[in-house]
């Protein structure tokens, strides 16, 4: 028998299962709380957010205060519990109170609680800091030995403990965490982040006009042509060459010659003077890197050349901002002048059309691994020159060559069907 009251021992006890319950609910407060909104919080001047993220900074040490007070609590309450039941049915019911002691520790002190931080880690974690961190400077001796014996015994199974010190997020995380951002951010900003991060998978070659494409200025033409041309032109800078654009001599821009024609000094020797350096671009250069370049060189456009020095495209600051942001033109079909909706749902779709833009464009999943054009698609899936009248599934895209033109396909009738298996080409 005992010479503590009853009411002692039940006050007592309560008092241990609820601070069992709070350190059970400490632990997983403060190991699900949200990084990097945690970081954010203490920058901006949150102080028990500063407190939690120093806490979590030796996570092993954090560790060592809960469980020294939480063990601490359950031991002292299996001794009041064992006193209590001796107390008031002798020791018969020992084995009873052990038993009830168990259920209660389980669901008052173990499950609720967790399950509660779990749910709402912040508003246990931040003010949890304000009691963990006196206890653990209080009993700092007692967790150091208990975390240099356990360290050692993970040292000697072969664990790091100096491995995850530091949270490193990659590419495919960020752009989980901006999709399941929801309502925090609006879907066209959510469109434009990921966007961003994807621009270091795209490269020059997948966004540039192809070489057959551009348009420009050749010196050799008579003047009359060339101030046609300058006049007509819907670009605002031209790539100038001589006779053909692998002797490019450099790029205009069509205000300075707007500028010589309204002063009257426009001729050949002056237009000649105005031309700027042309710039050059790898072929394999990503848009992330290139975007950078532009800044760097006060560029907006340049003539993209491959391992041999052949120009093979250009691109402009406007196609890599387009790949963020959309389209900066608004027309039928996007900026796709090669695409022409029928009245049958189907699309005439010139060869040389690039297969990002008619994915964006039109909402389409053509596969753009291996090739960038609609005829480079074609051919690579047949592994053959096609002829008119060949019919295939693409991806779940029903492809009809209508015309070709020596080794390429001119134009193509694609209609979009439910998707399937690829099937063989028929003639």
Known sequence: MTDIPVGVLIGALIFLIFLSAFFSAAEIGMMTLNRYRMRHQAASGRRSARIAGKLLERPDRLLGVILLG????????????????????GERGVGIAA????????IFA????????????????????????????????????????????????GVSLESNTSEHISTEELKAIVMEAGAFIPEAHQDMLLAILELEKITIEDVMVPRGKIEGIDLD?????????????????????????????????????????????????????????????PQGASLNKQLLNFKKTRR??????????????????????????????????????????????????????SLRDLNRTLGWELPTEESRTLNGLIVEYLEDIPEAGTSLMLNGYLVEILRTRGTAVEIARIRPVDQGPASKPES
């Open 110 to 157: 173990e499950v609720a609680p967790k399950t509660l931080a779990a749910l709402h880690p912040e508003s246990i974690a931040y003010p949890a800091g304000y009691v963990l961190r006196p206890l653990l400077r209080l009993f700092y001796p007692i967790i150091w030995l208990v975390n240099a014996i356990a360290n050692r015994l993970l040292r000697l199974f």
């Open 70 to 89: 939480n063990n601490f609590a359950n031991i002292a309450a299996s001794s009041v519990t064992t006193l209590l039941a001796i107390e008031l049915y």
């Open 300 to 353: 907006r456009v340049g003539l993209v050349v491959d391992e041999y020095g052949d120009i093979q495209g250009l691109v402009t600051l406007d196609e890599i901002l387009e790949e963020i942001v959309g389209d900066f033109t608004t027309k039928t079909i996007g900026k796709l002048e090669d695409v022409h909706p029928q009245e049958d749902g189907s699309y005439l779709v010139k060869g040389t059309v």
């Open 99 to 106: 038993g009830l002691l168990v259920l209660v520790i389980l």
């Open 221 to 281: 033409a008579d003047w009359d042509s060339v101030l046609d041309q300058l006049t007509s032109s819907r670009y605002t800078r031209l790539p100038v060459f001589r006779g053909n654009l692998d002797n490019v001599v450099g790029m205009i821009h069509v205000r300075k010659v707007l500028n010589l024609m309204r002063k009257g000094k426009l001729d050949r020797d002056s237009f000649q003077q105005i031309i700027a350096e042309p710039y050059f671009i």
